[in-house]
C-alpha cells in the first residue's frame, strides 16, 4: 500500500511559480513510477508529467514542456512538480499517482496504468 499526499498548490498570477509536492508512506516508494495529472472543471484528467522509480527518465504532456519539471527525492519519499510561467489554462486540480516499475513506458500516460492516487490540490491561476 502506498500513500500520496499533495501540497503546494494556491492561487498565483499569470506568469508565476509553483511547487507541488507529494508526500508518500510506505518503505516501497522507490519500486513505483511516479506521475502527475491534472483536471480542469467539465475536463477529462490529463496526463501532466512522469518520472520513473530510479529517476533517471522523465515525460511531459506538450503543454508544459520547457515550463514543468517533475522530480523526485526516494530518502524523503516525495515527489515534487516545479511550475514555472504558469497559464491560466493550468488552472485544474492537480493529482499525483503511482504505478508499480513493471509498468511499461507505453502506458505511463494512461490513468489506468496508476494504481495509486493522492487526494488533489488546486492550482488556480488568474489575476
Known amino acids: 500500500q502506498v500513500q500520496l499526499v499533495e501540497s503546494g498548490g494556491g492561487l498565483v498570477q499569470p506568469g508565476g511559480s509553483l511547487r507541488l509536492s507529494c508526500a508518500a508512506s510506505g518503505r516501497t516508494f522507490s519500486t513505483y513510477h511516479m506521475g502527475w495529472f491534472r483536471q480542469a472543471p467539465g475536463k477529462e484528467r490529463e496526463f501532466v508529467a512522469v518520472?520513473?522509480?530510479?529517476?533517471?527518465?522523465?515525460d511531459y504532456a506538450d503543454p508544459v514542456k520547457g515550463r514543468f519539471t517533475i522530480s523526485r527525492d526516494n530518502a524523503k519519499i516525495t515527489v515534487y512538480l516545479q511550475m514555472n510561467s504558469l497559464k491560466p489554462e493550468d488552472t485544474a486540480v492537480y493529482s499525483c499517482?503511482?504505478?508499480?516499475?513493471?509498468?511499461?513506458?507505453?502506458?505511463?500516460?494512461?490513468?489506468?496504468?496508476?494504481?495509486?492516487w493522492g487526494q488533489g490540490t488546486q492550482v488556480t491561476v488568474s489575476s
Open positions: 499517482a503511482a504505478a508499480f516499475r513493471g509498468v511499461d513506458g507505453s502506458r505511463w500516460l494512461s490513468p489506468g496504468s496508476y494504481d495509486y
Open positions: 518520472i520513473n522509480w530510479s529517476g533517471t527518465r522523465r
